[in-house]
């Protein structure tokens, strides 16, 4: 797909967790999450801040967490499943750039440190054994330092490699059916898109608040009146406040309603005035940016976009993450 040239825009800062606490899906979406150590908060029937086990930030249940990827897709037959399972390769999720992943001795934080995974690592080996700590879910790896050891499992997702996730027509099979979706207001379908490991984080704006809902709440974010505040509006500076339906879901319909198209693992020019566009706690994550186009009567300013990422989740595709882009003056 052709490659378009965006306008400048300004994003919001996001927040950073600690490394070490990692969050179990929560029931509904919640406000700016907040960093922890590697325990997990188990967030309630409406938006709460998520917690984690390194130091990152994500919150399933429709919470609001601040955590927060290039080529032109190739429409060929679809790879093999990308990495499912015990033995094939993960990488790490969900850790700040400044961070890393404990390895542990044993499942839970109170084992002692006996390596560590840099938060953009890739490779990682599962060897099979799995085990419940403190609410969270804790697998077994290939420690780098020699032997195995146990990380918390929220800080892993399955490896794709960008060559064969462009390649993957699941995906975009994917987005017709996110826009389906969405603009039929069906919260079924939506919740049959959502990650099941991770939920879905969407910012209404990129350095703002993210709302992270399960796949069970997305089944209802339509009908939803649960107010969330999405963090302060590029340009006025003030926290914009509203319903999912009110604030996200227009500026989504707009988007998959029109005439848009999407670009593989490219930010296209939503970098020019953002240096991450795409977070770099989601730097294993693979995305597609789903672009509409301005208009001559506006100059071409009324320009849109949502970056979509993409989680494997037992070699399927599903919907990781929104973040919505437009012009700022």
Not at 25 to 51: D, K
Not at 90 to 118: C, H, I, K, S, T
Request: a negative charge; hydrophobic letters at 40%.
């Amino acid at each position: 797909m052709k490659t378009k040239s965006l306008p400048l825009l300004v994003m919001l800062t996001l927040t950073a967790c600690t490394f070490q606490v990692s969050t179990e899906a929560p029931p509904s979406p919640t406000l700016p999450p907040t960093p922890t150590s590697e325990l997990s908060t188990a967030p309630a029937a409406s938006p709460t801040p998520a917690t984690q086990e390194p130091a990152s930030t994500t919150a399933p249940g429709a919470t609001n967490t601040t955590a927060a990827p290039s080529a032109t897709p190739a429409v060929t037959s679809p790879p093999p499943p990308p990495v499912t399972g015990v033995f094939n390769p993960y990488a790490v999720v969900l850790v700040a750039p400044d961070d890393v992943l404990n390895v542990r001795a044993g499942a839970g934080v109170e084992n002692a440190v006996a390596g560590a995974l840099q938060p953009t690592a890739s490779g990682v080996i599962r060897t099979g054994p799995a085990a419940s700590a403190g609410g969270d879910r804790w697998v077994e790896i290939q420690n780098p330092g020699g032997g195995t050891g146990w990380v918390n499992s929220n800080f892993l997702t399955e490896y794709a490699s960008p060559a064969a996730f462009c390649a993957d027509t699941r995906v975009t099979d994917l987005l017709d059916s996110l826009a389906a979706a969405l603009l039929n207001s069906d919260g079924d379908r939506l919740s049959s898109l959502v990650s099941p490991a991770h939920g879905l984080d969407l910012r209404l704006w990129r350095y703002g608040t993210a709302a992270n809902y399960t796949p069970e709440e997305a089944s209802w974010a339509f009908q939803s009146d649960y107010v969330v505040n999405w963090g302060p509006a590029p340009g006025s500076g003030e926290a914009t406040l509203g319903t999912f339906s009110a604030e996200p879901l227009p500026r989504l319909q707009e988007v998959f309603g029109a005439d848009y198209s999407m670009h593989c693992n490219d930010t296209l020019d939503l970098a020019t005035f953002s240096l991450d566009p795409w977070p770099p706690e989601y730097a294993n994550i693979n995305f597609y940016t789903v672009y509409k186009p301005g208009t001559e009567q506006y100059g071409g300013l009324d320009w849109r976009a949502w970056i979509a990422g993409i989680e494997y989740a037992q070699g399927k595709p599903t919907l990781f993450a929104l973040i919505h882009f437009q012009w700022e003056p």
